[in-house]
C-alpha cells in the first residue's frame, strides 16, 4: 500500500501522517508499515537542537496509525465512510533505542483481541533489525 492509498483510509495529513508505506497486511491478523525518518521533520527544530531525535510518543503515534490502517482496511466493507480510528489505550510501552533522521522504521503490529470494532495490537518498532519501541495499543473504528 502506497502513500496514495494510505491517504484513502487514514484523515491524517503532513505534518502528522507518519506511515510511508504498507509492506505487508494480512488481514484481521497483521500489518508491516515503514516510516521514513528525514531532517525535515518539523520536531526535529526543537527536540533536539544539535541532537536530533525521534520523539517516543510519535514513534508510538506512527505505530497507532499503522495498526490503524489494518483497522480501517480490514473493516473497509462494514464501516462507512470517512471513518475514523480512535486511539484509546496504550500498554508495556517501552522505548529501546533512539530513532534519528536517516532511520527508517519498520513497524510490525499483530491483532491480539477484536471485538466488533475495538481492536487491541501487539506492536514493535525496528530500525534493520534493533528493535527501538514496543506497546500494546487499543484503539475503536468509529465514523
Do not use: C
Request: proline residues 6%; aromatic residues 10%.
Amino acid at each position: 500500500m502506497d502513500i496514495k492509498e494510505i491517504q484513502k483510509y487514514l484523515p491524517h495529513r503532513y505534518p502528522f501522517l507518519l506511515v510511508d508505506r504498507i509492506i505487508e497486511m494480512e488481514e484481521g491478523k497483521r500489518v508491516v508499515g515503514i516510516k521514513n525518518v528525514t531532517m525535515n521533520e518539523e520536531y526535529f527544530m526543537g527536540h533536539f537542537p544539535g541532537h536530533p531525535i525521534m520523539p517516543g510518543v510519535l514513534i508510538i503515534e506512527a505505530m497507532a496509525q499503522t495498526a490503524g490502517l489494518l483497522a480501517l482496511y480490514s473493516m473497509r466493507d462494514e464501516v462507512d465512510r470517512p471513518s475514523f480510528v480512535y486511539f484509546t489505550g496504550i500498554d508495556k510501552a517501552k522505548f529501546r533505542k533512539p530513532v534519528v533522521p536517516g532511520d527508517q522504521v519498520r513497524f510490525e503490529l499483530d491483532v491480539l483481541k477484536r471485538r466488533r470494532s475495538v481492536w487491541r495490537f501487539s506492536g514493535n518498532a525496528f530500525v534493520e533489525d534493533n528493535l527501538v519501541a514496543e506497546a500494546e495499543i487499543q484503539a475503536m473504528v468509529g465514523g
